[in-house]
């Protein structure tokens, strides 16, 4: 299958809300999705925002550098919406050639996201400005083929959304068993059944570098271990816990996760601790109550 230029198949459009006839201002996020505009639009020209309509694309050229993506959306709503005259509304030339949801496809890609990177411009902001974004090469089968793809992959994302409701359904039944142990036990103090644990990297043996996310799960991390000195990093063994003091960055959330996976090293801000006897506590049922969301709010009230 040949590459094709992808500035071949779209052009910019840039109809503006001059008759202030739509009021729903949107942003793009960094997951490529639009999302309601945080902007105090008390004193702002509307009537300069760009329109966007179902089926096209907003585009914002800055910034793709630092973020490492490409900040790109396919508009999917019947009622128009506006955005920031500083992003650019990009439409498909003929859908019988490149259909709008392959092309965003194509573009959901980390590798897409890497590549635009890799040839945004060295300026403060490292832009992938629209000349440069035009020459991007994509493959491009016959129409019918790209429907197919696109079946398939909206059929994927259909099944993951499912998947994720059940997950929230199934915390939902773990945080009200939890609530009712709560109102019915009698409290204990955390401390008597977990201890910290300080060991160090001093053989340089584990090069795995993991963080938490705020969504309570270890991760790789970006930072470049071949700059780090990794002998003074903490050990984090399987059924043990990482945990980062700080709340008040992390959207009120409390970063604290159970390694489920091979050893891992964490920065020396963290605090690793474990469960003392896990024929008392379980390490997996304490990480139900950490799961919480009332936890969070607990811990940062306390914080």
């Not at 590459?3 to 840039?14: A, F, K, M, P």
């Not at 801000?269 to 003392?276: D, E, G, I, L, S």
């Not at 049922?285 to 914080?303: C, G, I, K, N, T």
């Amino acid at each position: 299958m040949r590459y094709n230029r992808i500035g071949n198949y779209i052009h910019l459009v840039d109809n503006r809300n001059k008759d202030l006839a739509v009021s729903n201002l949107l942003g793009i996020n960094i997951t490529k999705n639009f999302m309601p505009s945080v902007a105090n639009t008390s004193e702002t020209d509307l009537s300069k925002y760009k329109i966007i309509q179902k089926g096209q694309f907003a585009y914002s050229a800055m910034q793709v550098g630092r973020d490492e993506t490409i900040r790109l959306a396919l508009y999917a709503e019947d009622k128009p919406a506006i955005i920031s005259p500083a992003y650019l509304v990009i439409e498909v030339n003929n859908d019988n050639e490149l259909l709008p949801e392959y092309m965003m496809m194509w573009f959901q890609r980390p590798e897409s996201d890497r590549y635009g990177w890799f040839i945004s411009d060295s300026s403060v902001r490292a832009s992938l400005e629209w000349e440069r974004f035009c020459e991007i090469q994509i493959p491009i089968p016959v129409v019918d083929e790209q429907r197919k793809f696109v079946a398939l992959y909206n059929g994927l994302l259909t099944n993951q959304k499912i998947y994720e409701k059940s997950l929230a359904d199934l915390q939902f039944i773990c945080d009200a068993y939890i609530e009712n142990l709560i109102k019915s036990e009698k409290p204990k103090v955390l401390g008597k059944y977990i201890e910290q644990s300080d060991e160090r990297n001093n053989d340089l043996k584990i090069d795995n570098l993991i963080g938490i996310s705020v969504n309570k799960v270890f991760m790789a991390t970006k930072s470049n271990k071949e700059q780090l000195d990794l002998s003074n990093f903490k050990i984090v063994r399987p059924k043990e816990f990482g945990y980062v003091s700080v709340t008040s960055r992390n959207g009120e959330k409390i970063s604290i996760a159970l390694l489920d996976g091979e050893t891992g090293l964490v920065s020396i801000t963290y605090t690793v601790f474990r469960v003392k006897d896990p024929s008392i506590l379980l390490p997996e049922y304490l990480f139900l109550f950490f799961m919480r969301r009332e936890f969070d709010r607990y811990a940062r009230f306390h914080s």
